[in-house]
């Protein structure tokens, strides 16, 4: 077989791990989220203050879009708005608890993941995997 043909069969066999993993994080009581509400709630955890225009800018969607996205959340009580004291136009968006706890749930499967991988991965095969990963994603992303 050529190298582009196990290229592309590589390619392929990540993408369907990828999509496991997805499906790994959709299940249990995370279920009743969307993926791209997952993205959301680990983009607020991880950048504390984040508004909606720094969301849009980071996933490259509309303002509009990321605004109906955090609406959504918050009116099921995941996310909250809190008004700036110096310019009270604008608004920086926080986890709740119930959002907290999504995002526990959320982080001890990527745990469980990484625990697997680790397992059949030695230090310096992740390291390989990790630098190979971000010098396509800089080269073609």
């Known amino acids: ?20 993993f997805q499906n790994q994080l959709l299940s249990g009581e995370l279920k009743a989220y969307t993926l791209r509400q997952l993205y959301y709630i680990e983009l607020i955890n991880k950048q504390q ?20 996205a955090i609406n959504q959340l918050i009116g099921l009580d995941i996310v909250t708005k809190i008004q700036s004291d110096t310019d009270k136009r604008f608004y920086s968006l926080q986890l709740t608890s119930k959002g907290e706890n999504i995002m526990k749930m959320h982080m001890q499967v990527h745990k469980d993941t990484i625990k697997k991988i680790l397992k059949i991965l030695n230090p310096d095969e992740v390291d390989n995997f990790i630098k190979i990963i971000n010098k396509i994603k800089v080269s073609i992303l």
Request: proline content about 0%.
């Open 49 to 68: 203050g984040i508004n909606v225009s720094e969301i849009s800018k980071t996933l490259h969607v509309k303002k509009s879009t990321v605004s109906i």
């Open 1 to 20: 077989m050529n190298q582009e043909l196990e290229l592309v069969e590589a390619m392929d066999e990540l993408s369907e791990l990828i999509r496991k």
